[in-house]
């Protein structure tokens, strides 16, 4: 027997095609017959019905002939294989022209065993499978010796090994299926190979854009490893059919790791996807608000969308509905546009009906990909576009709006605009007093931006005037390039007209909201139903500033999108809203696929979900096999019996974390496991989760009210709370106990792990007298003092540089108000709300009380601010009503001394009274190192320095010895250097270290003074050791025997060490440039007549290579001995090591390793180690650990333990007596040990 179940779809065939499905084959026909009742025993087979099922279909529908193989019910039984055979015989071999080769049969139950009422599925999935790859497999353990069957006499034959299925002329594979029940139920049905090809797309795009989703981000790195493996195997699959296969045959909306890739080719998709594998991933948002943001009159569009025009159906069709309304205004043409002259295209009369036939192009497009925005705000002119997308104006009056705001607007065709930036808006407006009636602020861009509008000689005076007084301010000037003072007094002489031009208009019910930027604020439909409204538009300034404002208030994770020809305002909302804020165009002329395929996979991999059988739409195929998902597997404790006993008495508690372990009601569990408690997993520090102190003062204050009898209201009782260890969270489930020790007046209660380690302790005082110092506080008096902001993106920075991780989830605060001298601070808070859903079933929620210790980054004073910190403890809890959904958190500091800082605030509603109060809130940091233990630790410290500065003249193209890579980073180079350069492949790699190796080697660089050793550049699997430790030994013996053949040489010469993602800031696998980094170090101080230098890449891009290139040839390695190239720094790609151990080596005493003999031994102020202390020595039998050892005993070192799997030889044992006695000081010992035990 077998256990299993097959699933295959059925669909007719020109459904399949229709629906682009993948066809594995078709059924001809099929027939089903019963004949239970007339056989004794019913399991009895029937060779009379057999023969009679299968006449009724090769008597008059198929030509046994064409039927090449049968796929048996062969369930391996003596009354059942001949009877079947005889049937099968009888009935289709006998009838099979002579011209034809045998027929074959087999059965899959051979394989698989007898699967009963999967049996059918299984047999029809092993053909299909079987004509998809064209073989013929065998049927297990069958021998023809063995055999009831005479196949001989019945024209059979059975394979017993792997065969080609031959195609037969016109109707390709044909098979037979047989099938029968327990109880004399028989079918058969016959099925043909189809052939399927590629369908052409309707429309052909530049480029592609291909995405990769998982449940974790192993399981998205591992699809992604296994995409690139399957991409440089598969040779049948095409870009296009992958990227349609990616997003509309995949599933991705429930998957939080997204990763899209925009691509024009295979290779280049395998080498991206290559890349992104070893890279560390980001979750995607929680639902992402998206804002349309409508550019206005200063984007100059060059050139329209030619690209789309031809690419995209909707977009050109809009384009074209659009340009017959236009032309019932007057004789209007916009294409090509190319024809225009550019000095047309400034014209508002051409340049304004072309941009808003753009954007509303472009906005229907994303529309119909199902990008769909919450809210929409325009820029100045770009406030139609926006009106008409967000339907408050049809199509028709918003053209008409736009004809004669243009029209008009050409008539003043005199002025000049200024953009200023970097200088506060309100110090700009101060030096325009002056100009007043003459310029004026036509647009406030940002808080630090704004453009100016006006006549030109005043502009231009304006001009001077802000270069001198800003001169030292880094002011930002730019004259757009309009003929037009747009919002300027000049437009007065046409606002009458305007009104009267574009009345009357259909008001509308919008189906989001336009938030305009004639007031800030969100606007009504009846106020796009007026001419006046739009005379104002054009007159007054353009309040984008507080536009964007209001567009993110009360919105979590906004994400702003530009329709814009180019890039324009993401500069502005940036400054507006800080640097963190997302923003992305969709188009830029020169590259217009790129940029908006860039913005689909962006918001993809932020969580957003587009309509993808609509993105695809005339550019469907035939899905492939791959991108394949990969599991990640993990191997977990089932521990049932904590889940069950969790669930059973879970369900009468009052609470959702915690249940009652005994009858009295004095000890509590609570389960802690991805089901009950996923929050807690996004509470990391330093990649490690761990339970956050907030969530032990819930569980305390909740066993505490559920053991009270009789009940007592929660406000009358008063917290307090310390912690004594972290809990770290893994992946199996693990359970807390509670413990309670009830007093008068006073609950004990103390937190335990299961081996009854203390995680925190502390008491709950329960009485009519518990007070909190305010009931209500001025908030607005607080704001008034605390005048300084840091927003919420600092705020979490800083609390990551620490090492504090927060998820989605935790990351709750807003931007922080607070006093300059630290000593107070208030934030509001929205409830995000995955919180709300279950905030109310809790005392009070851990994530919201975690919010208040996370404010505590804010108050930290400067002495504290490098140094890690953690809650300690809460002297005073009282919650005196529920918490709400948006509340305000006031804190300010109580003390601070030694190494501890204490505060104090509250919880607040938007009326200023107290919801919960807190008091001494302890935060203890970690100490600093004394300055005698910094003498001996040392870290890489990473310098940013511009490649312009490392550059010296224009280097030649050197000729090097290249020992290249297999991973292509030796290929991109070879244009970069010389042509006479030698490349000794990885793959030689064996034959260069068999036999002889010193001396191949020694002939290998006797020609080359440079050399470039990339065979660092691989990646080890880290579940194979052995494995690892081999390759390690090979990369690092080809390294020594390269060092070793130089030194031999006369000639100066030089090493240049090329490794990936290897320096501390990069590092995400195992490679051999972490041993290479140590051996260059050592060679630096060992081998000085070599010039040494370590590059480190942080990716394969080609940007990154050009500057390997420009740093290979044109730089010098001595000046830089250690270099990280990173283009995540756009200005700086080149990093410089400040202070390494070589450096230290070299540079600060020299003498300490090079003339040890000239060092005074037992003068006092020489000794370096601590006689009262113990030194253990790993690995220190042999090599540099016994030379350590010597180090440390003739330095004054008081105890030496040497730790080694082995014993040690006695050679090596008279070597320690004579080191002891050599030092009386020092006690050298032994201990055998195996550390990785």
């Not at 509303?360 to 529309?367: C, D, E, F, G, I």
């Not at 202070?1139 to 370096?1168: C, G, N, Y």
Request: charged residues 20%; hydrophobic residues 40%.
């Amino acid at each position: 027997r077998g256990e299993g179940c097959g699933v295959v779809f059925l669909k007719p065939l020109e459904k399949a095609k229709e629906d682009y499905s993948k066809i594995w084959g078709v059924i001809n026909i099929s027939a089903v017959s019963q004949n239970g009742r007339s056989m004794t025993p019913i399991t009895r087979p029937s060779q009379v019905e057999q023969e009679k099922l299968l006449r009724s279909i090769y008597e008059t529908h198929v030509d046994p002939s064409v039927v090449q193989y049968i796929e048996a019910h062969g369930t391996g039984t003596a009354a059942g294989d001949p009877t079947e055979a005889e049937s099968l015989g009888s009935v289709i071999c006998k009838k099979r022209s002579s011209q034809v080769s045998i027929l074959k049969m087999g059965s899959v139950k051979g394989n698989i065993g007898h699967t009963e009422s999967a049996a059918g599925a299984a047999g029809l999935i092993k053909v299909l499978l079987m004509m998809h790859h064209g073989k013929i497999v065998p049927s297990l353990h069958y021998s023809k010796e063995m055999s009831s069957i005479d196949t001989e006499k019945l024209n059979l034959a059975i394979p017993t090994s792997v065969e080609p299925w031959e195609e037969s002329g016109e109707y390709g594979r044909v098979a037979g299926i047989n099938c029968f029940g327990f109880g004399g139920t028989n079918a058969h049905v016959v099925v043909r190979q189809v052939k399927q090809l590629e369908p052409l797309p309707a429309f052909k795009r530049p480029l592609e854009l291909v995405l990769l989703s998982a449940a974790s981000p192993k399981s998205l790195q591992m699809t992604m490893a296994d995409t690139a493996d399957q991409l440089s195997t598969r040779n049948s699959i095409t870009l296009p059919s992958l990227a349609y296969t990616s997003a509309c045959r995949r599933s991705h909306a429930n998957h939080r790791y997204r990763k899209a890739f925009v691509t024009n080719s295979l290779q280049h998709l395998r080498q991206e996807v290559m890349s992104a594998a070893s890279t560390e991933l980001a979750t995607s948002k929680v639902d992402p608000q998206l804002v349309f943001v409508f550019c206005g009159n200063g984007v100059t569009l060059k050139e329209f969308s030619e690209t789309l025009l031809s690419s995209e159906p909707v977009f050109r069709d809009k384009c074209k509905e659009i340009e017959a309304l236009f032309q019932k205004h007057g004789p209007i043409s916009f294409w090509p546009a190319r024809d225009h002259r550019p000095k047309d295209l400034l014209n508002p009369e051409l340049s304004q009906p072309l941009l808003f036939t753009l954007q509303v192009a472009l906005s229907s497009l994303l529309k119909y990909w199902g990008i769909k925005p919450v809210a929409a705000v325009g820029h100045s002119v770009g406030e139609v576009a926006a009106a008409h997308f967000a339907g408050y104006l049809s199509l028709a009056d918003a053209v008409k709006v736009i004809y004669h705001r243009s029209r008009l607007q050409a008539k003043t065709a005199r002025g000049r605009m200024l953009v200023v930036g970097n200088i506060p808006v309100q110090e700009i407006a101060e030096c325009l007093r002056r100009y007043s009636g003459e310029v004026c602020i036509a647009a406030f861009n940002s808080p630090v931006s704004c453009t100016l509008s006006g006549n030109s000689d005043s502009v231009d005076a304006v001009q001077r005037d802000l270069a001198q007084a800003f001169r030292q301010r880094n002011i930002f000037l730019h004259v757009l390039n309009v003929p037009v003072a747009y919002h300027s007094p000049s437009m007065d002489m046409i606002l009458g007209e305007l009104e009267e031009s574009v009345q009357p208009l259909a008001k509308q019910k919008g189906e989001i909201e336009v938030i305009s930027t004639l007031t800030g604020l969100a606007a009504s439909e009846r106020d796009f139903a007026l001419g006046k409204f739009w005379a104002q538009h054009t007159r007054q300034p353009v309040a984008f500033t507080q536009a964007i404002q209001t567009a993110s208030r009360d919105r979590e994770n906004v994400v702003f999108v530009e329709i814009s020809p180019h890039r324009a305002l993401q500069r502005s909302i940036k400054e507006t809203l800080g640097k963190g804020t997302k923003v992305f165009s969709s188009l830029q002329t020169d590259a217009e696929y790129q940029t908006l395929l860039a913005l689909v996979g962006n918001l993809f991999e932020l969580g957003y979900n587009p309509n993808w059988q609509h993105f695809y739409n005339g550019y469907q195929s035939i899905p492939v096999a791959i991108p394949r998902y990969q599991f990640d597997r993990q191997k977990l404790m089932a521990r049932l019996d904590i889940h069950q006993q969790a669930n059973q008495k879970g369900i009468s508690s009052s609470h959702p974390l915690i249940y009652g372990i005994n009858g009295d009601n004095m000890e509590f569990g609570c389960l802690l496991s991805w089901d009950t408690t996923s929050y807690l997993y996004e509470h990391r520090n330093n990649g490690v989760a761990l339970v956050p102190g907030a969530f032990y003062a819930e569980l305390g204050l909740a066993s505490v009210m559920s053991s009270s009898r009789p009940r007592v209201p929660l406000s009358t009782c008063q917290m307090s709370i310390s912690f004594s260890a972290p809990c770290v969270l893994t992946q199996s489930s693990q359970v807390l106990s509670i413990k309670l020790s009830p007093q008068k007046a006073v609950t004990g209660f103390e937190i335990l792990s299961s081996s009854n380690a203390v995680y925190a302790a502390g008491q709950v005082r329960s009485g009519p007298d518990t007070v909190v110092e305010e009931s209500t506080i001025s908030f607005r008096d607080i704001y008034q003092r605390c005048r300084s902001v840091i927003s919420r993106e600092d705020v979490y920075q800083a609390l990551s540089q620490i090492g504090f991780e927060y998820g989605s989830i935790f990351r709750q605060l807003s931007d922080v108000h607070y006093c300059q001298e630290l000593k107070e601070a208030i934030t509001r808070i929205k409830v995000n709300k995955e919180t709300v859903r279950e905030m109310y079933n809790y005392c009070i929620h851990p994530v919201l009380l975690d919010c208040f210790l996370q404010m505590t980054a804010v108050m930290t004073s400067r002495a504290f601010q490098s140094r890690a910190g953690f809650p300690s403890g809460i002297g005073s809890l009282v919650v005196l009503r529920p918490l709400e959904e948006e509340m305000m958190i006031y804190m300010r500091t109580s003390k601070s001394i030694g190494n501890c800082l204490e505060v104090c605030g509250c919880f607040m509603d938007k009326r200023g009274s107290v919801l919960a109060e807190l008091k001494r809130v302890a935060i203890t940091f970690m100490k600093q190192a004394s300055s005698r233990d910094n003498e001996f630790m040392f870290e890489n410290k990473w310098k940013e320095v511009s490649l312009s500065q490392t550059i010296g003249h224009l280097g030649a193209m050197p000729r090097v010895l290249v020992f290249a890579d297999k991973f292509g980073i030796a290929e991109q180079l070879k244009k970069y250097l010389h042509p006479d350069s030698r490349y000794v492949m990885y793959e030689d790699w064996e034959a260069l270290l068999e036999g002889d190796s010193q001396n191949k080697m020694r002939a290998e660089v006797e020609d080359y003074d440079e050399i470039l050793f990339l065979w660092g550049i691989q990646k080890l699997r880290e579940d194979f050791p052995s494995k690892v430790v081999d390759q390690l030994a090979k990369c690092c013996e080809a390294y020594r025997q390269v060092v070793v053949a130089l030194r031999e040489k006369k000639s100066c010469c030089s090493v240049r060490v090329i490794t990936y993602r290897t320096t501390e800031r990069y590092v995400d696998h195992v490679n051999c440039g972490f041993a290479l980094y140590g051996m260059t170090r050592t060679c630096v101080v060992e081998v000085p007549e070599i010039a040494f230098q370590m590059i480190d890449l942080s990716s394969s891009s080609s940007l990154d290579i050009s500057v390997l290139a420009d740093v290979l040839v044109k730089s010098n390695g001595v000046d830089y001995p250690e270099v990280c190239i990173s283009h995540i720094f756009q200005k700086a790609p080149l990093k410089e090591l400040q202070k390494t151990v070589h450096a230290w080596i070299s540079s600060m005493d020299m003498k300490r390793f090079r003339h040890l003999s000239d060092i005074p031994l037992h003068e006092s102020q020489q000794k370096l180690f601590k006689q009262n202390a113990v030194y253990i020595v790993v690995g220190g039998l042999t090599g540099l650990g016994f030379e350590t050892v010597k180090f440390i005993a003739e330095n004054g070192g008081g105890c030496i333990a040497i730790l080694s799997r082995k014993v040690p030889s006695n050679e090596k044992q008279e070597e320690m007596k004579a080191l002891r006695q050599q030092y009386k000081g020092s006690n050298v010992v032994f201990v055998q040990c195996d550390v990785t035990s």
